[in-house]
Nanobody
Framework: VQLQAFGGGLVQAGGSLRLSCTASGSVFSLVGMGWYRQAPGKQRELVARIFLGGVTNYADSVKGRFTISRDGGKNTVYLQMSSLKPEDTAVYYC??????????WGQGTQVTVSS
């Protein structure tokens, strides 16, 4: 499985960005897709994930601000990020796989939120 992510960039605090990630290869095995992030000097953390049937999980820090969605027909997952904060600055990684949705990882895309 290969994951290609798009949509990172620089945005001011309070702004919005949408990340997208398309999976290719053995996509029939993908129960879940999601996003993790890693900020400088911090551990990688789960941001959000979505499973077949539409079940979603979010980190507490992004609940109410971020929305994950999935287009099964296109094997694509989206992360709509709103009300962005400087602490959201990180490299965001698209993931996919089984119950943890983290067997496969994309290359990462930088999101920078300026204050």
């Amino acid at each position: 499985v290969q994951l290609q992510a798009f949509g990172g960039g620089l945005v001011q605090a309070g702004g919005s960005l949408r990340l997208s990630c398309t999976a290719s290869g053995s996509v029939f095995s993908l129960v879940g897709m999601g996003w993790y992030r890693q900020a400088p000097g911090k551990q990688r953390e789960l941001v959000a994930r979505i499973f077949l049937g539409g079940v979603t999980n979010y980190a507490d820090s992004v609940k109410g601000r971020f929305t994950i969605s999935r287009d099964g027909g296109k094997n694509t997952v989206y992360l709509q990020m709103s009300s962005l904060k400087p602490e959201d600055t990180a490299v965001y990684y698209c993931t996919a796989g089984g119950p943890r949705a983290s067997d496969y990882w994309g290359q990462g895309t930088q999101v920078t939120v300026s204050s």
